[in-house]
């Protein structure tokens, strides 16, 4: 082995072949300032709640996080394992579907490379479905999942997340529609190819650009 071979265990094996497939690059780069806000976009200062009409209550004491399907490593996490997961914080901006978007705020939690790094996909896994405990359900590619600074976000602005934006637990995926965010999270499933979630069944797009428009198939 010379000096510049890496350690060939399964974690650094895992990141070199998402590397090597270009994973993670989703096209994004650094915007100046005025061009932050995406088309069609207004921005709010306050944060609205968007629901199915339904908040269901999720008790720490009966929390569970399992990531399943093209794993080689399935998780079952309580909050105890969960919380004990190292922190991140980050600052992003919201984009809503329905044309608002709130800019600066920081969330934090476990990264889902973290967390992604304890699950090891297979190089079958190209999508992720998020689920949550209100029945909701949303789809996206395993590359823009797993972006740098996608969370598993418990805390916004320093306070636990309120039970209304999808406490105890929710998705933070800044850079699509915030609709991908999915709130109470419970399930995070890898799977081969894509499939449709809730908003994407009723006509919402399979992926959810902001700064293309991707706000319903077709567009
Ligand atoms: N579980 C769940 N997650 C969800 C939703 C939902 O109804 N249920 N709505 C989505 C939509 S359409 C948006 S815009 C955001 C709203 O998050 P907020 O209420 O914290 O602003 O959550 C997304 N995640
Ligand atoms: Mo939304």
């Not at 932050?36 to 009966?62: F, K, M, N």
């Not at 915030?178 to 992926?207: C, P, Q, T, V």
Request: net charge negative.
């Amino acid at each position: 082995m010379d000096d510049h071979t890496p350690p060939d265990n399964k974690l650094t094996t895992t990141k070199r072949r998402w590397a090597a497939e270009g994973r993670f690059l989703t096209g994004r780069t650094t915007r100046p300032e005025a061009e932050r806000l995406p088309p069609g976009q207004h921005l709010v200062r306050d944060w609205p709640v968007l629901d199915l009409g339904l908040q269901p209550h999720v008790p720490l004491e009966t929390f569970s996080l399992r990531v399943t399907g093209f794993v080689e490593t399935p998780l079952s996490l309580d909050w105890a394992a969960f919380t004990a997961l190292p922190q991140t914080e980050v600052t992003s901006d919201i984009h809503c579907v329905t044309t608002w978007s709130r800019y600066d705020n920081l969330w934090r939690g476990v990264t889902v490379r973290d967390l992604l790094d304890l699950a090891h996909p297979t190089t079958d896994a190209r999508h992720v479905m998020l689920t949550s405990a209100d029945g909701y359900s949303t789809n996206l590619p395993l590359a823009d999942f797993a972006a740098e600074d996608a969370l598993l976000a418990t805390h916004w602005q320093g306070e636990p997340l309120t039970r209304a934006h999808g406490g105890p637990l929710r998705a933070v995926v800044p850079h699509l529609y915030f609709w991908k965010s999915a709130k109470w999270l419970s399930g995070i499933e890898l799977i081969g190819n894509d499939r449709a979630g809730f908003w994407e069944k009723n006509g919402y797009h399979m992926y959810g650009d902001p700064w293309r428009e991707q706000r319903y198939s077709g567009d």
